[in-house]
């Protein structure tokens, strides 16, 4: 029974050393969770934005048309196709309409008809008007013309004044008729409308054309787009229209030429933006002389930034998201507090933010949603 006893206090006594340790090490982590966790922090500064920000762009062509002819005929003849170049009036296609030219043939048969009945008219009004004149000087001696042959020999000759008027008109109608029939007759022969370059060549001789609204108008004879000035279109992020300026030059490049840098002024702002893109066309005007560069290419434009207020700024990594918030993290009374924040633009590592904070206040330089807000910590400047 002794024995028994002996070995249970030695036991207890095994017991009481062994958790001795395991009781200190909780203590010392206890003591290690309240001390202040170490962490850079860095100023928020202010500063006025003054920087350019790649944008995507497309270079078009200053003017494109599909040539449609007015008028429906047979190709008879086209001078050019892919790739030549035109100068504006010049002919580029003849078309055929024997319809046309029979046409005109009948309006220059209507206007003979339409003189012939005017000469007639006027030959017979002379003849009466002659003829009342001499009543008129018979009618003074008594007695030797009746009155009622003074009167109607007056009323002829009226009516005679009448088809005269009457055949003239007709005749400016005829010419007008017969004026119309050749403007569509020299519709036969299509011209350039501009200087530029045929892109495309759709129809060959021989096939059926009209107007675009006709059923013949299916496809455009030829495509010519102008070469020497073109149209930089740059869809500018609403966030960045502030400050644009016609005639302000922009530094675009693109793909063809590598290390090459080109420069344009804005010719053109649409003043609009659209809901889908939420961007704002704008247009550069490229005089494109020497044919370099070519329409259709896309361009990497250098868009200028401008502020003319100061903005905040942080490093770009004092700034994080829990994928419900972006907040950058200020230590204020050696306490971590999330601050939410909308970005701007980022310039050399640098964020530019908006929302409740203050040039000179402290911020954790690499920001982490496990730096919980209300969380001891103790700053370092960096």
């Known amino acids: 029974m002794r024995s028994f006893f002996l070995i249970f206090v030695f036991s207890l006594t095994l017991i009481g050393c062994s ?40 270079i078009t ?32 296609i003849r078309l055929s309409a024997p319809e046309l030219v029979a046409q005109r043939t009948q309006a220059e048969a209507g206007l003979h008809s339409a003189e012939a009945q005017l000469a007639a008219a006027q030959a017979k009004l002379a003849s009466d008007h002659g003829t009342y004149l001499h009543l008129v000087a018979a009618a003074k001696t008594p007695g030797v013309v009746a009155g009622n042959d003074l009167q109607v020999a007056e009323q002829t000759a009226a009516a005679d004044n009448a088809q005269v008027e009457a055949a003239s008109n007709s005749v ?12 569509l007759e020299s519709y036969l022969e299509i011209r350039a409308p501009f200087d530029g370059v045929v892109i495309q060549r759709n129809l060959h001789p021989g096939a059926l054309v009209g107007p675009a609204s006709g059923q013949a108008g299916a496809h455009p004879i030829v495509q010519i787009e102008s070469m020497s000035r073109l ?21 675009f490049s693109v793909p063809a030429y590598p290390g090459r840098t080109y420069r344009a002024p804005i010719a053109r702002i649409s003043h609009d933006i659209n809901q889908n893109t939420r961007t704002m066309q704008v247009e550069l005007d490229l005089h494109n002389a020497d044919g370099q560069i070519t329409p259709g290419t896309f361009a990497s434009v250098e868009w200028p930034i401008h502020r003319s207020y100061a903005t905040l700024f942080v490093p770009s990594s004092a700034v994080t998201t829990d994928l419900q918030r972006t907040f950058v993290i200020r230590v204020r009374q050696g306490k971590a507090e999330w601050v939410d924040v909308k970005t701007g633009v980022t310039v050399n590592g640098k964020t530019e933010v908006f929302g409740e904070l203050q040039p000179g206040d402290v911020v954790v330089t690499n920001a982490t949603d496990s730096i919980r807000s209300g969380t001891a910590v103790s700053a370092q400047a960096k």
Do not use: C, H, N
């Open 19 to 58: 958790s001795s340790p395991v009781q200190q090490s909780q203590t010392d982590q206890a003591a290690g969770a309240g001390s202040p966790q170490q962490i850079a922090v860095v100023s928020v500064e202010s500063q006025k934005l003054d920087t350019t920000l790649g944008l995507p762009a497309q």
């Open 61 to 92: 062509p200053y003017e494109a048309v599909d040539i449609y002819p007015k008028v429906t005929g047979f190709i008879d003849t086209i001078l050019v196709d892919r790739g030549s170049r035109v100068k504006a009036g010049e002919v580029i």
């Open 172 to 183: 400016q109608a005829a010419r007008e008729s017969l004026r119309g029939m050749a403007q």
């Open 231 to 251: 149209r930089v279109v740059v869809p500018v992020p609403e966030a960045y229209v502030a400050g644009v300026q016609e005639g302000q030059q922009v530094s």
